[in-house]
């Protein structure tokens, strides 16, 4: 099983992009929990997560201006992000729980991550 994120980029400051994490393997469910970043020389945060039902938050740097969204057909997250900020330049983490065919236990995994960087 495998978590790839993808999206990632160079855009300018009050630009868009959007942000994919796909599992792939063999899967038996998966709960995408949601995305994180982490900018040099910082710690990792959370961004944006998504609950069972459907329920979201985020993080008070991003809200109103990012949204998270999954396609469970897709086992695909996704993270849009509108008017970008230099400050939001980091590397973006993708988080789920999956439990592989014929395995009862959920485990915990995390994409490569993918670099946005925002130039102003």
């Known amino acids: 099983v495998q978590l790839q994120a993808s999206g990632g980029g160079l855009v300018q400051a009050g630009g868009s992009l959007r942000l994919s994490c796909q599992a792939s393997?063999?899967?038996?469910?998966?709960?995408?929990k949601g995305w994180y970043r982490q900018a040099p020389g910082k710690q990792r945060e959370l961004v944006a997560d998504?609950?069972?039902?459907?329920?979201?938050n985020f993080a008070d740097s991003v809200k109103d201006r990012f949204t998270i969204s999954r396609d469970n057909a897709k086992n695909t997250m996704y993270l849009q992000m509108n008017s970008l900020k230099p400050e939001d330049t980091a590397v973006y983490y993708c988080n789920a729980h999956i439990r592989r065919v014929g395995v009862a236990t959920y485990y915990d995994y995390w994409g490569q991550g993918t670099l946005v960087t925002v130039s102003s």
């Open positions: 393997g063999s899967i038996g469910s998966i709960n995408f």
């Open positions: 998504i609950l069972s039902g459907g329920s979201t």
